[in-house]
C-alpha cells in the first residue's frame, strides 16, 4: 500500500503550486484524507485534511484562505492547491490517509491518527 505524493517544485513567492495524492494498492474511501508538511529540523505539522465524505474541511491557521483540498472519490485522489504561496510555505508535503471511520465528517489534526503515510513532495518558495 502507497500514498504518492505529486506536484511539488520551485516556485516564486504570490505562485500557485497543486499537489496530488495517489493511493495505490488499496482504496481510502473510508479515511479522512490529509496533509501535513516537515521543515528539516522541526516536528511534521498539520496543512490540511478532508473527510471521508469530501464535505468537511480544516486547515491550518497559517494556510486558511490560501490553499484548498479537495478529493475526487471517483478517482481515489485527494488534491492539494496551493494559492499565494509564502517562503514559509517551503516544506516537505507528506499526505496521509486515516483508518476507516464511520462517520462521514470525522477529521483530526493530529498526525498519530493517521496510520498510511506517503513518501513526500518537496515544496521550495524561493525569489
Known amino acids: 500500500v502507497q500514498l504518492q505524493a505529486s506536484g511539488g517544485g520551485l516556485v516564486q513567492p504570490g505562485d500557485s503550486l497543486r499537489l496530488s495524492c495517489t493511493p495505490s494498492?488499496?482504496?481510502?474511501?473510508?479515511?479522512?484524507m490529509a496533509w501535513f508538511r516537515q521543515i528539516a529540523g522541526k516536528e511534521r505539522e498539520f496543512v490540511s485534511v478532508v473527510s471521508r465524505s469530501g464535505s468537511r474541511t480544516a486547515y491550518a491557521d497559517s494556510v486558511k484562505g490560501r490553499f484548498t483540498i479537495s478529493r475526487d472519490t471517483a478517482k481515489n485522489t485527494v488534491h492539494l492547491q496551493m494559492n499565494s504561496l509564502k517562503s514559509e510555505d517551503t516544506a516537505v508535503y507528506y499526505c496521509?490517509?486515516?483508518?476507516?471511520?464511520?462517520?462521514?465528517?470525522?477529521?483530526?489534526?493530529?498526525?498519530?491518527?493517521?496510520?498510511?503515510w506517503g513518501q513526500g513532495t518537496l515544496v521550495t518558495v524561493s525569489s
Open positions: 496521509a490517509a486515516s483508518k476507516p471511520s464511520f462517520s462521514t465528517l470525522w477529521v483530526s489534526v493530529h498526525a498519530d491518527d493517521y496510520n498510511w
Open positions: 494498492g488499496r482504496t481510502f474511501s473510508g479515511s479522512a
